[in-house]
Each structure stands twice: as C-alpha cells, then as structure tokens.
C-alpha cells in the first residue's frame, strides 16, 4: 500500500533553534497535511497544502507541497517549549489519509 | 464548539473478548473515519463511514466492524481480541468524505484498548 517516509525519526533541539522535517511518497497526493500530536490527545491540523508548489505559513511554522507532488517539508522557526510532540505528515490520496511515521521533536529548555 | 468525543478513554479487555468504542462527531459533521495508532505501525486507516454506509475501508481483519448512526454517531467493534490490538483508536470527523473535498479532519482524543 502507500507509504510515507518521513525523517527524523527524532529531533533533540535547543530552544531557540529552527527545525526542519520532511516526507517523501512513492505515490502522488492531491493534499498534504502536517499534524501534531501531543500526549494523551489526538493528532491537531497545523498546515494543510492543496497546490503542487505551494508555500503555507501558520505563525512560526511554514511547509511546502513538493512539485512533484511526492513530498513535503515542515519548517518550525525559533522553537519553544511548547513545540514538543510528535509531528506527522499525511497525505491525500483518492480515499483516505496516509500518514508519516512521525518526528519526535525534543526540546531543551 | 464541542469538538469529536470519544468513549470511552481507556480500556482493558481480555484476548478472546469483544469490544465498542464510541465517537461522536462535531455537530453537522456527516463523515467519520476511524485509525489504529500503535508504536510499530504508525497511524493506519480502518474505514470511514458516510451517512451510514461504509464508504472506504483499510487493510485490517473481518473482526473490525463499524456503523454509523442517523444522528453521524459512529461505533467500532473489535470481535475476538488479540494482544496485537492493543493501540489507541482514533476517529476523525469531517463534513464530507475524502475524495469529495478538501475539508479537514478533526480528530477526536481518542480511547486506550489495552488487551490483556
């Protein structure tokens, strides 16, 4: 079935510092979408892009939907505290989600 | 705006049992898909279900079942449980399906099926 490979697996970070993640796919996606999960709770919408091409920010966070349309970045700027978690890349296909195995994003204060 | 419940939170089943797990959409939400989440496979798609009828299904045994009711109330079952359905059982909601529009999913908290 359709995969997605997303990396890092984990990330130990500063506070203050930028973080990159990516996905790639095999498969082409109409829609990507990035996540963040945090203990004990569901997976939280960040950033949903619908174009190839497409550059979306959200505050801090800015991601792009790969001109192929077979991949993803999600770039976290001047990161805080409150940014740990796991983040998860999914992407649109016909009928369903697939999603990224996620990035554990660690964050020393 | 209440957001997509699920119930109930956590839950401890015995190999063999049977298990329900409940979620109830955001009001207006017409479509509710439901996803396993567990360590070593990540989050996988179990079906999703669109004014009553199952409109998709993933890749998982016959003994996961669904509905969904007229008020878009959705239930799983989980007949025959093995110590490999232990995860966290996601629903999403949405106003429409997947293929139809690009409208977001909200998920809900989720329940804890620990089989034991």
């Known amino acids: 079935g359709q995969q997605l490979n997303q990396s890092p697996q984990s990330m130990f970070i500063q506070e203050g510092e930028d973080v990159s993640m990516n996905c790639t796919s095999s498969?082409?996606?109409?829609?990507w979408l990035w996540y963040k999960q945090e203990p004990g709770e569901g997976p939280v919408l960040l950033i949903a892009l619908y174009k190839a091409g497409e550059l979306t920010s959200n505050g801090r966070l800015t991601a792009q939907f790969g001109i192929t349309r077979k991949d993803s970045f999600l770039n976290i700027s001047a990161s805080i505290p409150s940014d740990v978690g796991i983040y998860f890349c999914?992407?649109?296909?016909?009928?369903?989600?697939?999603f990224g195995q996620g990035t554990r994003l660690t964050i020393n204060p | 705006k209440a957001g997509v419940t699920q119930t109930p939170r956590y839950l401890i089943k015995t190999r063999g049992q049977q298990v329900t797990l409940s979620c109830s959409p955001i009001?207006?939400?017409?479509?509710v898909s439901w996803y396993q989440q567990t360590p070593g496979q990540g989050l996988q798609f179990l079906f999703e279900?669109?004014?009553?009828?199952?409109?998709n299904k993933g890749n998982f045994p016959g003994r996961f079942s669904g509905r969904q009711f007229s008020n878009s109330r959705s239930e799983m079952n989980v007949s025959t449980l093995e110590l490999g359905d232990s995860a966290l059982y996601l629903c999403?909601?949405?106003?429409?399906?997947?293929?139809?529009?690009?409208?977001?999913?909200?998920f809900g908290s989720g329940t804890r099926l620990t089989v034991v």
């Open positions: 498969s082409i996606f109409n829609t």
């Open positions: 279900y669109f004014s009553e009828t199952q409109r």
């Open positions: 999403a909601s949405s106003l429409a399906l997947w293929a139809d529009t690009n409208y977001g999913y909200t």
């Open positions: 009001s207006g939400h017409r479509s």
């Open positions: 999914a992407g649109q296909g016909a009928q369903k989600l697939v």
